[in-house]
Structures are given as structure tokens and as C-alpha cells.
């Protein structure tokens, strides 16, 4: 069993997956159960199936037997680099008070990707999957969200689909210059370097500037950004400049679970938002129609329905989820008020559920 599990490690390991403890265990159950299987058993091998057991003492004498390595034992936050982002804290701390920035100058933007016809296990998947000549949907976007560290100054998101000019674009006469969303398209749905720059000087710079000018704030800002490909690390230089105001910080390799604010809750809770919505909307339309729920997925629901969604869960994310979110890497602008934590998402879950 050690030996099969081995060459699936190895594999794992050569294609650059991270591999957690918990998994490893899994599979070599997996293995066990298998090789039991394929041999021929007495009656005394009854309970052979239960003698193995993954445990923690297994596990540790396996690695140190084997000497595999990169093993992340409690998921995407035991691989960070702690030392960086202590060091980060400081360095992002004496800018702060250099520059005397205050939380509505300061902003954070993350990119992650959207299944925006849900995941597989969901009822509405698996009714898609039965009709005749209807491909499971699996449609994937991405986006970049971005906030202020006051919670009170949302960008216009930037959005990436496969598609430049979708069908339900034309039957529903959508001007993309007029949608929530800046709109970009590639064959692999990914923000690259040049959609990134772009969003920046067309969408960013000026929502920013008009901000400060409303608000009579001085005319300087900070970007927060990750060392993500689509970033380019000289992004300040492609800055058109009327927006020279703008300057961008990076933040260190593996520490996104520590310091990158939007990764705080707020995608999460914005995925649970657009979730929320979708659930009603189909509630709805089956409750006040005469549609079924197999007819509206496969005639009614399109990407333009998905993109009013997004519209409302981006604005459904409140200013105290966005505030808090800085508590790691910005104690001092967050209000004493959302220091008791993150406003309660277990009611979105239950009307979710209650709604599925």
C-alpha cells in the first residue's frame, strides 16, 4: 500500500499540488480497500478491512520513512510565511503613517473565479443533467473585486468570461459600456496583465479620484495587491497620469491567508450572497410562474441573469464585512465596533438552505 502510495505522491508532488495530510490519509485507505479487494479472503480476514488505520503515528513514520515533503498539515494557512508577514505589518505600517494615509485612501482588489451556474451537486445541476441534449453547465468567469479600507468606496468589478459577445447579449440588447461590470473576454476566462491595467486606468483611477473629490480628501491613494501573474510588478509606471496619485504596494509571496484583506470573509461572503440570490430567483420564478424549474435553467437562465446577481451580492456585501476584513493587516482603521468579529454569516447559509 505505501509503496502505490508513494508513486501517487510523487505525481501529486511533480504537478505542483499541494497536498494535505487529510488527503493522504484518504487515499491510503483508498489503496488499502483496494488491494484487500484483490486478494482472495478467509474467513478469518473478516475484520482485516478495519486493522488499518491512517492514524497520525502512521502517518508521521510514513514521511519520515519515505522523506516526502511539502505536506501542508491544516490547509492553505500553515503553508504561509509568517516571518514575511510580520514583516510586511511594519513595513505597511510606517507607510501608513509616513504618507498619512487614512482607510478611504487605501484599497485592496483580489481576483477569484465563479462557477456562476453552480457546482455539480446542486438539484439544479443534476435536473440539468438529464435533459435531452443539454450539456451539464460547468460555465466559469472570473472577477476582481476591490474595496476601500473604509468599507464605503466599492470599484466596479472587473469581469473575464470566454465569451466577448454571448448570445443572450443580443436577445436582451445589452450594451456591455453600460453593465455593472467592466467586461473582458478570453478563450481561458483569466485576467491578464493588460485586462488589469486596463480596469486600472479606465475603471479604478477615475472611481477613486471622483471619490476623494466628493469626499474633499487629499488627492493620493494606496493600492494593495498580491504578487499574482495578472499584476505586473511595475504597475505604477503604466499608470496614466492623471492618476500618478496612485501608488501600489505588493505583498509578499504566501501570505494571503494572513494579510490580504478581501480574502478575510469578503469573497466568501459575497459567493454566499450570489448563491442566496440565485436560490430565490429560482424560488421565485417557479412559485409566481407557470415554469418549471428544468424550463427556466435551460431558456431563462443566462449570463445577463448572472450578471445582475453579481450586481446585487457585490452590493449586498455590508461595509462592516468589508471594514473588518483589515483587522490583520490594519487594526488601527477598523471601528472598536467590528473587533467582536465578523457579522454572523450561518442566517445566509439557513435562508440558502431554506430556499434550496
Known amino acids: 500500500m505505501e509503496k502505490l502510495l508513494m508513486v ?90 509616513a504618507n498619512g494615509y487614512i482607510p478611504q485612501q487605501v484599497f485592496n482588489c483580489d481576483e477569484t473565479g465563479l462557477f456562476w451556474k453552480m457546482p455539480n451537486r446542486t438539484y439544479i445541476t443534476a435536473e440539468e443533467k438529464i435533459m435531452p441534449g443539454h450539456k451539464p453547465m460547468k460555465d ?15 470599484i466596479k468589478p472587473l469581469l473575464v468570461y470566454h465569451s466577448e459577445n454571448p448570445r443572450a447579449f443580443k436577445s436582451h440588447k ?95 461572503n459575497f459567493k454566499k450572497l450570489y448563491t442566496k440570490h440565485l436560490f430565490r430567483r429560482c424560488f421565485e420564478v417557479t412559485e409566481n410562474t407557470n415554469l418549471t424549474l428544468r424550463e427556466y435553467w435551460k431558456d431563462h437562465f443566462n449570463i445577463v441573469v448572472c450578471l445582475r446577481m453579481i450586481d446585487q451580492a457585490w452590493l449586498s456585501v455590508t461595509t462592516r464585512t468589508l471594514t473588518s476584513a483589515w483587522k490583520k493587516l490594519w487594526p488601527e482603521s477598523v471601528a472598536e465596533r467590528t473587533f467582536e468579529g465578523f457579522e454572523p454569516e450561518v442566517p445566509v447559509e439557513e435562508e440558502i438552505v431554506s430556499l434550496g
Open 174 to 268: 445589452i450594451l456591455k459600456e453600460k453593465l455593472q461590470v467592466m467586461w473582458r473576454a478570453n478563450p481561458k476566462a483569466w485576467v491578464t496583465r493588460q485586462f488589469f491595467v486596463q480596469w486600472v486606468n479606465l475603471v479604478f483611477g477615475p472611481s477613486v479620484k471622483k471619490y476623494l473629490q466628493e469626499n474633499n480628501l487629499p488627492m493620493q491613494a494606496l493600492l494593495v495587491l498580491d504578487n499574482a501573474p495578472a499584476h505586473p510588478p511595475n504597475l505604477e509606471d503604466d499608470i496614466l497620469e492623471e492618476f500618478k496619485f496612485i501608488k501600489v504596494l505588493y505583498r509578499p509571496p504566501n501570505t494571503t491567508p494572513i494579510l490580504q484583506p478581501m480574502d478575510q470573509q469578503v469573497i466568501s
Open 140 to 154: 466559469r468567469l472570473t472577477f476582481a473585486l476591490c474595496a476601500s479600507a473604509s468599507g464605503d468606496c466599492k
Open 8 to 97: 501517487w505522491v510523487t505525481e501529486k508532488q511533480l504537478k505542483g499540488d499541494t497536498l494535505i495530510q487529510g488527503i493522504i490519509w484518504e487515499k491510503a485507505r483508498a489503496i488499502y480497500c483496494d488491494l484487500l479487494n484483490q486478494t482472495p479472503r478467509t474467513s478469518t480476514d473478516e475484520a482485516s478491512e478495519d486493522s488499518f488505520k491512517a492514524s497520525r503515528g502512521w502517518f508521521d513514520n510514513f514521511r519520515k520513512r519515505t522523506g516526502i515533503h511539502s505536506v501542508v498539515r491544516h490547509g492553505k494557512a500553515a503553508s504561509s510565511d509568517v516571518k514575511a508577514a510580520e514583516d510586511y505589518l511594519k513595513t505597511f505600517s510606517e507607510l501608513i503613517e
